[in-house]
T-cell receptor, first 113, second 109 residues
Framework: DAGVIQSPRHEVTEMGQEVTLRCKPI?????LFWYRQTMMRGLELLIY????????DSGMPEDRFSAKMPNASFSTLKIQPSEPRDSAVYFC???????????FGDGTRLSIL | QQPVQSPQAVILREGEDAVINCSSS?????VHWYRQKHGEAPVFLMI?????EQKGHEKISASFNEKKQQSSLYLTASQLSYSGTYFC??????????FGQGTELSVKP
């Protein structure tokens, strides 16, 4: 079975550029999560969706970050404009509704120069 | 409120046992455990949904003490493949999973 698919796997771009990260959750999963992982701050939940609706975006660092889920099989996390402090590994995860195990994608390693 | 894990890091020899603790200042509804190997994504290990429940798979098991608001992960007769960072995640009343800071486990031959 296909797991959570993220693209790109690696992204290197210059400060000020727009960055778009993509995620395809596991088919049938109702919840989708975006995380950011850094050495300093660990694994942080940025935003999560239930049935394509954003439920909690309190972890989104600032207005430069936005996330959408236009349908059950696709989500994007956008950073505009990007800054060097946004450099991190970004994970997408999906799960069934409620308190269910989360399945993580392989992550996008983002470097902002 | 982020759960607190202890210890932050542990080094073992193959065959030794380890315990990783996870505690919260808030009431817990469930506890998740995940393992992340270097350069990879976190992988789900187990979920504990009831107070006092113990679950396990092979030589990795966990307990959940709802009253004490804590969970412990037990690794028995550790293998090299157990190396990685272990995260507990606590599910709060708002329906959000909050991860601890992680415990780095290194198993040496």
């Amino acid at each position: 079975d296909a797991g959570v698919i993220q693209s790109p796997r690696h992204e290197v771009t210059e400060m000020g550029q727009e960055v778009t990260l993509r995620c395809k959750p596991i088919s049938g999963h109702n919840s989708l999560f975006w995380y950011r992982q850094t050495m300093m701050r660990g694994l942080e939940l940025l935003i999560y969706f239930n049935n394509n609706v954003p439920i909690d975006d309190s972890g989104m660092p600032e207005d430069r970050f936005s996330a959408k889920m236009p349908n059950a099989s696709f989500s994007t996390l956008k950073i505009q404009p990007s800054e060097p402090r946004d450099s991190a590994v970004y994970f997408c995860a999906s799960s069934g509704v409620g308190d269910q195990p989360q399945h993580f994608g392989d992550g996008t390693r983002l470097s902002i120069l | 409120q982020q759960p607190v894990q202890s210890p932050q890091a542990v080094i073992l020899r193959e065959g030794e046992d380890a315990v990783i603790n996870c505690s919260s200042s808030k009431a817990l509804y469930s506890v998740h455990w995940y393992r992340q190997k270097h350069g990879e994504a976190p992988v789900f290990l187990m979920i504990l949904l009831k107070g006092g429940e113990q679950k396990g798979h092979e030589k990795i098991s966990a307990s959940f003490n709802e009253k004490k608001q804590q969970s412990s992960l037990y690794l028995t007769a550790s293998q090299l493949s157990y190396s990685g960072t272990y995260f507990c995640g606590t599910y709060n009343q708002g329906g959000k999973l909050i991860f601890g800071q992680g415990t780095e486990l290194s198993v040496k031959p």
